[in-house]
């Protein structure tokens, strides 16, 4: 095994300076690109990547996504020195991963991290390597500069697992979300409940990220975006070609720390009040509230008796003749989830009706200055 001399890291985003800076201080022999033009500190940087990748032994990518990667690697594939081993730690498609490997040959790596700047510069970024033997073995002593390594059967496995992860993340954030959002609801104390937080299973976040989480202006520089973060959900969605919640749901400045994703405050009251319309007539039977929730053209369908129903907002007004039902006081309804898109939203409700409960999904537009239910489904069981 013959070790790397000379190392070119394209891409000195926040990871890719954190790792070219250690590999620095580990005494290789770093120079940097990055399109710019920006260097990390006193680290050697050159405005052409070929320059750069002409002295190496070995290229690590540190960019954004598949694209990007592309796109430098058919820029300096002609400048690679013979035998040159092209280690990418970047996030990417499984299937752009997998071409890279079918393209570059037995000289690729691809090797993306768990963590953070942080974990760069204390050397503990988990791996996850795919490679041949012998680049593997030449990548070595950098990947174990950098933490510690996992060997992975191929790129696309690799590429695959790195996205699972980051997907446990989203879910982390958007649960510490909920959590946050329900406190403010009952009026806690933001300092108190952290403290409670980090007791948990969420206890890791909430320390790491409190600098963000307080509501005090954070001093703390970004380490991982909530675009970087919403655009890896995207690649899991499209690779699964499941839908996932935490594609959508990642809200906040794209160029914000992904703690920031979980200070976004709940729903506006205004896309809520068709909903408690709705449940103040279900509550009164009285059926003005439903013209109050409910564009005039909507519909209100499920399975009734065995057959589809889909009843005009008119014939679904009719059910109700201006009183609550006997067991009214026994009668609780719920609102589950609501997510708005822009102009558009979809809730879920649920209503216990004595023997009955009822699951009612709404589509809700916003229309003339507010927002009504456009239409609902439901199921009863």
Known sequence: M?????????????MGAAIATRLADHDWDVVGWTRSGRSAGAL?????????????????????????????????????????????????????????????????????????VPA??????????????????????????????????????????????????????????????????????????????????LGGLVARKRAFLSGEPA???????????????????????????????LAGAPDADIALAATVPAVDEAVLEPLRAYIRGHATGDPAHFRDAFLPSAHIEGIRDGAFVSWALEEYCALFHGRPAPDEPARSRRIDAIDVHGTVATASMTLWHGAD?????????????????????YHRR
Request: aromatic residues 4%; hydrophobic residues 55%; glycine residues 8%.
């Open 219 to 249: 001093t703390a520089a970004a380490q991982f975006t909530i675009g970087a973060l919403a655009k890896d959900m995207a690649l899991l969605a499209a690779a699964s070609n499941t839908p996932l919640r935490g594609a959508a749901d």
């Open 2 to 14: 013959t070790a790397p001399h000379t190392i070119a890291v394209l891409g000195l985003g926040r």
């Open 44 to 116: 050697q940087a050159t405005g052409d990547p070929r320059d750069a990748v002409a002295k190496a032994d070995l290229v690590l990518l540190a960019l954004f996504d598949g694209r990007a990667c592309r796109e430098v690697l058919d820029h300096v594939h002609g400048a690679l020195r013979a035998g040159a081993v092209v280690l990418n730690i970047s996030t990417i498609a499984p299937a752009e991963a997998a071409g890279l490997a079918r393209w570059l040959g037995p000289s690729y790596v691809h090797a993306p991290v768990l963590g953070s």
């Open 120 to 201: 760069v510069a204390g050397g503990d970024l988990r791996i996850l390597a795919a490679a041949d033997q012998g680049a593997f073995d030449r990548a070595r002593p950098v990947l174990e500069a950098l933490g510690t390594v996992r060997r992975v059967e191929d790129a696309a496995t690799a590429a695959a697992l790195k996205l699972v992860a980051n997907h446990s993340l989203a879910g982390a954030v958007l649960a510490l979300r909920d959590s946050l959002r329900q406190a403010d609801a009952l009026e806690l104390p933001r300092a108190q409940v952290l403290d409670v937080l980090e007791l948990g299973q």
């Open 357 to 377: 409960t009822f699951t009612d999904i709404f589509l809700l537009v916003h229309v003339d200055g507010g927002w009504r239910i456009a239409n609902k489904a």
